[in-house]
């Protein structure tokens, strides 16, 4: 964070804490349940602050700052909780534009027949998009679909990392540079 001002820091803080409060939703407002349909205490619903006018225009310039920090201008998301970030990175106006896509579960049966939506240029390195890293298998079966599909994947940006999961270091072993706007390392027991 050394190269960040004390104002830029605390702006981050700032949309940090706006989408955590944003998207925290507790047992308490709602029954909420995890993969196995067993009863959880609390998740994060990053839709809920990512489709807000005042903050996705906010995480797409902060993410897309990131992004061309490391010359990246093409994005592509996987999943229902990307395309927002997707959209907000495209939205955010940068020089050269950037472009976005979307990974399919699998290749589209009909039409163009494609595994992956949008203007993406194979050659060019790309950075997969998504709301939470957790234990990085949903990132890790998108980043083997476009490395078949030819893309060149280089890293990973998300808005959450659950630190206890290890997602992280899951992909760091295979290359790609993992950046999160917030690392959170509390467990449902600190909740």
């Known amino acids: 964070m050394s190269d ?14 706006q989408l955590y409060n944003h998207a925290l939703i507790k047992s308490e407002q709602e029954e909420i349940t995890d993969p196995r349909g067993q009863p959880i205490g609390w998740l994060l619903d990053t839709r809920i ?9 906010e995480v797409g310039r902060v993410l897309s700052d990131r992004l061309m920090l ?6 592509v998301g996987f ?17 050269p534009p950037f472009m976005g896509g ?9 039409g163009r027949k494609r595994l992956v ?36 994947v280089v890293g990973m940006m998300t808005l959450f990392n659950f630190t206890w999961s290890g997602g992280r270091p899951r992909l760091e072993k295979q290359g790609l540079w993992v950046d999160s706007l917030l690392d959170l390392n509390l467990r449902e027991n600190d909740r």
């Open 4 to 17: 960040l001002s004390a104002s830029t820091y605390d702006e981050l803080v700032d949309l940090g804490r």
């Open 49 to 57: 602050p990512m489709l807000n006018g005042h903050i996705m225009p």
């Open 70 to 75: 490391k010359s990246v201008d093409q994005v």
């Open 79 to 95: 999943g229902f909780g990307s395309y927002a970030l997707v959209a907000s990175v495209v939205a955010a106006g940068s020089n």
């Open 102 to 110: 979307f990974v399919r579960e699998q290749r589209k049966p009909h």
């Open 117 to 152: 939506e949008g203007p993406l240029v194979r050659e060019k390195p790309v950075v997969l998009l998504d709301d939470i890293l957790n234990s990085g298998r949903s990132a890790q079966k998108a980043i083997t679909l476009l490395k078949q599909d030819g893309f060149n």
